[in-house]
């Protein structure tokens, strides 16, 4: 293979992958924000539920009080009930007391709806709060790995920008032109022709250029996209296209 070809194959895969690892490390704040969001909803979860059981018991106390207040009040009608005097007033009273005891009844009942529903809500609480202690564990340990993968990607990024300056100087000016254009426009500047077709354009190449170019002694380019062609014997087929 011409060695101007060599260098330019490896100068595109130094570009590739210091653009893909500054990519990886721009995305880094949107991913911890991602994590930090799970942990977010986590809490909330937990929140919700410390709420419902506070609202719970809120109405669960307003409901003792006024069955206090109801109970009284029954009781009350009962001692009333022994000093009446007539019929029609005993026939009062006695509704007073039906009415009575129907709230009565009916705050018992609603006490009760609490009790079991404080149940239901202390055992939401439980659960949240160990979906919260895993969710931290898992967010803290990603946050890790993604922090560690960004410094190991920063540190790959310095060694290949070294490797891209010593590589630059050994390419002659036009070829390097030439790369420096195709990277500005196309954002891939050399790629492999693969089973007669550009792989980038995926345009197939004339025979004859087909055929100068498995020589590999000039540098050639795609007659449709420009990029920088090259070819390699033991490539492997190209896979289908969906």
């Known amino acids: 293979m011409h060695p101007d070809l060599e260098r330019l194959i490896r100068l595109q895969q130094l570009e590739t992958f210091a653009e893909s690892a500054r990519r ?16 977010a909803s986590a809490r909330g979860a937990l929140d919700s539920a410390r709420q ?29 009930l022994m000093e009446v005097k007539t019929n029609k007033e005993y026939q009062a009273m006695q509704k007073e007391i039906e009415v009575a005891q129907k709230e009565v009844r009916q705050l018992e009942d609603r006490i009760l709806e609490r009790m079991i529903e404080a149940d239901e809500i202390a055992a939401a609480i439980k659960q949240a709060e160990s979906g ?53 426009r196309r954002g891939t500047a050399v790629v492999e022709a693969r089973d007669g077709h550009c792989t980038a354009c995926h345009v197939r190449l004339r025979p004859q250029a087909f055929n100068d170019l498995r020589r590999s002694d000039s540098l050639m380019q795609c007659d449709s996209c420009q990029r920088i062609l090259y070819f390699r014997e033991n490539s492997s087929p190209t896979p289908p296209a969906e």
């Open 132 to 184: 919260l202690v895993a969710e931290q564990a898992e967010v803290d340990a990603e946050r890790q790995r993604l922090e560690g993968e960004a410094r190991a990607l920063q540190v790959e990024l310095e060694e290949v920008a070294a490797r891209r300056q010593v590589l630059v100087t050994e390419i002659p000016a036009p070829a390097m032109a030439t790369f420096e254009l195709l990277m500005g």
């Open 24 to 39: 990886t490390i721009a995305e880094l704040p949107e991913r911890v924000g991602a994590l930090d969001r799970r942990l």
């Open 52 to 80: 419902q059981f506070a609202a719970n018991q809120s109405a669960r106390r307003a409901a003792e009080q006024d069955l206090f207040t109801g109970q009284a009040r029954l009781s009350k009608y009962k001692d009333q």
